[in-house]
């Protein structure tokens, strides 16, 4: 590739990176459960984990959900079965940083804050953290095959329900 | 337009749609709310509506101003006339997504989270959303033919004085 | 230069400062303080100040930092001297403004909120304002020559420890 063509794929690339964060925000914080999966290849995993744990390399996590079928499992259970009060969720992410390519399977990560709203209630600072992801290049687009969200409290809410 | 010409293209709209989220946050964090109505055509229209009401289709909002000229007015509102202890903002917003384009005209939403500060205390969650905006190329650049914040709480704080 | 030159450098420009703030606010946040000083020039300068007294062109800063030497004196209070109780901070930045350009020196500012969580504790919103900054290109890829920190609360929080 000319200079000129490796220049515009890496602005490519990023651009591609921001706005699948920015769609996998948006379809949840819109409240589109259903959609979520299927930002993640079918063999692809979401975690969930505290901080505390990730930096001492300690394997305990929140959650873990090892295929797009479990996934589904957990919106079924969100939207269908746990009895929760809703609340609202807005997620502001900032820009991705690659952090390495291989061919078509790139390494990322970007900071999140997700701010929780209750019923009659004001705007809250919820969960913040970062995304540390696996992303892959599909027919489909760029996908999750696995995405890691390291979340700095400890003191989990109770009531952590949708993903983050 | 050649492959390279499209991939440019599409990269410049996305820098300039973000500069214009941007500059707009930077007015009014800045209190440079004269520059406000400069962000719109002359028949731009500004929406505030609790996302309660949005996703019901309700057409009720909190503020609705359906020209430059009605922007003008709650800036000399804002700045001249109403009572009010003063305390600034602080926008973050997270990378726009382009929904649809049409031309010069294009459909985009982008998360955002204000953050209040009042004399002598902390900084604090103010007014989470999402801009929902139709932006138009102008002879003088992108400008906002229609910007309607969907804010997440309907707890509206009584001092909402500032555009969001 | 061609136009299309022009634009391919306009948003390589953009995307590498934003991924500076990116790369700079992953190094405090994932407590890689040594890193810190490495981000400015040798002579560069780093500022903390009160919108307060930025806004009135006074000239107090909390802390005014003007050498890359000063820097490692302060990581090294910060890590090894300073008495004070740990805390995990978050920064999500959002899109540079790039204000102006003159060479290989740019001057760019943008928003930032800053979450902080201390132990056993949730996170909250802890500083919250804009980086004011001068920016240079050097053999190493882009440095601040100077980054000037412009908070909105002037209530400090006493446990201001860690750089913003």
Redesign the interface.
């Given at each position: 590739m000319s200079e000129?063509?490796v220049?515009?794929a890496?602005?490519?690339l990023?651009?591609e990176i921001?706005?699948l964060?920015?769609?996998y925000?948006?379809a949840l914080?819109e409240r589109r459960f259903e959609d979520w999966p299927v930002f993640f290849v079918p063999e692809g995993s979401y975690r969930l984990q505290a901080?505390e744990n990730f930096d001492r390399g300690l394997p305990l996590a929140l959650m873990a959900l090892e295929s797009q079928g479990m996934m589904k499992d957990r919106v079924y259970g969100i939207t269908q079965t746990i009895y929760h009060v809703p609340y609202?969720t807005?997620?502001?992410?900032?820009?991705?940083?690659v952090l390495a390519q291989d061919g078509d399977r790139v390494k990322t990560?970007?900071?999140?804050?997700v701010?929780r709203?209750r019923?009659?209630?004001?705007?809250?600072?919820?969960?913040?953290?970062?995304y540390i992801d696996e992303i892959v290049r599909t027919p489909d687009g760029l996908k999750f095959a696995s995405r890691l969200c390291v979340y700095?409290?400890?003191?989990v809410?109770n009531s952590l329900i949708y993903p983050i």
């Open positions: 000129g063509a220049d515009t890496r602005l490519l990023q651009l921001d706005q964060n920015a769609a925000a948006a914080d901080r609202y807005r997620h502001v992410v900032g820009p991705a940083q990560q970007a900071h999140y804050a701010f709203t019923p009659g209630d004001s705007s809250e600072v919820f969960n913040v953290g970062r700095d409290s400890e003191m809410l």
